[in-house]
């Protein structure tokens, strides 16, 4: 069983500062992938940002970056120059064979 | 481009009623297909998931069932609903591409609710 904890229910950030969201992960799989997703008020799900295990490259996607420590199964995800928008609920996930399981989510309130 | 389709957007529904809920996908060809539940305040629960038309495979035993009728259809039912059936239900496809595999993206989601 492959498992996803973000230890972190919620966060807040002052506009235009830099946010990181933590999250760790468990998983006897060699080959996956890891992903954060950012599900806003509407509640539609989004991809933000993934990370092949493979890569020791960390990913990044414009103001978003992860840091990815594959030993310590530690994938976190910073969010520069913050913004409104960003508000939401971050989910972090894991991918292996068939089955992505995804964290409790971390609801991040950036503040004008 | 891809987009997916889900509805209805909202229902309410009596303990004991039956359910569906449909999802389609627009722009892709043989997708693998994904139903979601999320509960309030917590992550996501996967609960059918199907590579193919006809093939369904259940994580989560309970009393919903899942069909694919077509390629680019997903449909979630329910014969007798219950209380604990009530969650936002989320529909999901990803590419079939091995590069690309562990994407999925997105339906808008059903808000279920069973009085």
């Known amino acids: 069983a492959q498992t996803v904890t973000q230890s972190q229910p919620e966060m807040s950030v002052q506009e235009a500062e830099t946010v990181t969201l933590s999250c760790t992960y468990d998983t006897s799989e060699s080959n996956y992938y890891l992903f954060w997703y950012k599900q806003p008020p509407s509640r539609q799900m989004i991809l933000v940002i993934r990370q092949e295990a493979y890569k020791q490259q960390n990913a990044t996607e414009n103001r978003f970056s992860v840091n990815f420590q594959k030993a310590a199964k530690s994938f976190s995800l910073k969010i520069s120059d913050s913004q409104l928008g960003d508000t939401a609920m971050y989910f972090c996930a894991l991918q292996s064979a068939r089955q992505l399981t995804f964290g409790s989510g971390t609801q991040l309130t950036v503040l004008p | 481009s891809q987009t997916i389709h889900q509805w209805p957007a909202t229902l309410v529904q009596p303990v004991g009623s039956p359910l569906s809920l449909e999802c389609t996908v627009e722009?892709?060809?043989?997708?693998?297909l994904y139903w979601y539940r999320q509960a309030a305040g917590r992550g996501l629960q996967l609960l059918f998931y199907s590579v193919g038309i006809g093939q369904i495979s259940s994580e989560v035993p309970q009393n919903l069932s899942a069909s694919r009728p077509q390629d680019r259809q997903f449909i979630l039912s329910s014969k007798k609903l219950l209380l604990s059936d009530s969650g936002f239900y989320l529909c999901?496809?990803?590419?079939?591409?091995?590069?690309?595999?562990?994407?999925?993206?997105f339906g808008p989601g059903t808000r279920l609710t069973v009085t």
């Open positions: 722009g892709t060809s043989n997708p693998n």
């Open positions: 999901a496809w990803g590419p079939r591409d091995r590069v690309l595999r562990g994407e999925q993206y």
